[in-house]
């Protein structure tokens, strides 16, 4: 929050309740979020709290560095933090939507391999798979991760 708080004082913008309360919601969210969760869980607080009103702070939170926007096949802007956080990869559902973050060293090294052997040198990636979860794919008793997200956050 004093990372925020110093950019909006450097931006001569106001630290205002609303503000501070979307910013700690986003905080407190795991993985992506987007516009209109946050706008739930902030009015869960504060029912006064207006679409805009998320929509710049998010933005805000963006340009600070605090929070990394991403679009995803079906479109959808979502957001999750930045900053301190590992670099990471996605696998897509292209019919739940659900996007699960993963990490695996042998896939970095092979896109670093694959790079040098062109004359590339890395600055930075993004890898996103797409595909269907289990429930989606059809597999008797397969799980669906967004229902499971959505039961932990009930």
Not at 39 to 45: D, F
Not at 71 to 80: H, I, L, P, S, V
Request: charged share 25%.
């Amino acid at each position: 929050m004093g990372q925020f708080h110093a950019y909006l004082s450097k931006k001569q913008l106001k630290s205002t309740r609303q503000r501070d309360l979307i910013a700690q919601k986003f905080f407190a969210a795991h993985g992506h979020i987007s516009i209109e969760e946050l706008l739930n869980l902030s009015r869960a607080e504060n029912p006064r709290i207006g679409y805009a009103t998320v929509y710049r702070t998010l933005k805000l939170l963006a340009e600070c560095g605090l929070a990394a926007q991403r679009r995803f096949g079906d479109g959808q802007t979502m957001y999750e933090t930045a900053g301190d956080t590992e670099h990471h990869d996605h696998l897509i559902c292209i019919e739940c939507q659900h996007v699960l973050e993963f990490q695996n060293d042998d896939i970095e090294h092979e896109q670093e391999r694959v790079a040098r052997s062109f004359g590339f040198s890395l600055v930075r990636h993004r890898l996103e798979l797409y595909g269907l979860c289990p429930r989606a794919r059809g597999i008797k008793g397969g799980w669906c991760p967004n229902e499971e997200q959505r039961k932990l956050s009930d």
